[in-house]
C-alpha cells in the first residue's frame, strides 16, 4: 500500500520556524521526485518546493527562496523542508507528493498525502 505521511506541522508566531516531515512507504522513493505543495483557504494549490532523490536536484517557488529548505533521507524514505522566518501568508494545509517529473504541477503527481496545517500568526 502506497502511503505518504506528513507531520511536523502546527502554530507558530512570525518570524518561527518548523520542520515538516513526509515519510514514504509501498513504492521506489529512490525513484522519484517528491513534492510539497499548499493551500490557503480560498486559494488555489502551489508548489513550495520539490526534490529529485534520484540526482539530488533542487527546486523552490520563488516566495520561499532563502528561507525553506528541503532535503531527503532516502535510508528513511523521508523527505523533510525546514521552514524558517515564517511569514503570516505561508499559513496553509502542506502536502507532498511523489511524482515522476521535477513539476510544480499537481497532475505530474502520483502519490499524495493527507496534509499537515501550517499555522504562522502575525
Known amino acids: 500500500e502506497v502511503q505518504l505521511v506528513e507531520s511536523g506541522g502546527g502554530l507558530v508566531q512570525a518570524g518561527g520556524s518548523l520542520r515538516l516531515s513526509c515519510t514514504a512507504s509501498?513504492?521506489?522513493?529512490?525513484?522519484?521526485?517528491i513534492g510539497w505543495f499548499r493551500q490557503a483557504p480560498g486559494k488555489e494549490r502551489e508548489g513550495v518546493s520539490c526534490?529529485?532523490?534520484?540526482?539530488?536536484?533542487?527546486y523552490y517557488v520563488d516566495s520561499v527562496k532563502g528561507r525553506f529548505t528541503i532535503s531527503s533521507d532516502n535510508a528513511k524514505n523521508t523527505v523533510y523542508l525546514q521552514m524558517n522566518s515564517l511569514k503570516p501568508e505561508d499559513t496553509a494545509l502542506y502536502y507532498c507528493?511523489?511524482?515522476?517529473?521535477?513539476?510544480?504541477?499537481?497532475?505530474?503527481?502520483?502519490?499524495w498525502g493527507q496534509g499537515t496545517q501550517v499555522t504562522v500568526s502575525s
Open positions: 509501498g513504492f521506489a522513493f529512490d525513484d522519484y521526485v
Open positions: 507528493a511523489a511524482g515522476g517529473i521535477v513539476s510544480f504541477k499537481g497532475r505530474d503527481y502520483r502519490y
Open positions: 526534490i529529485s532523490n534520484s540526482d539530488g536536484f533542487l
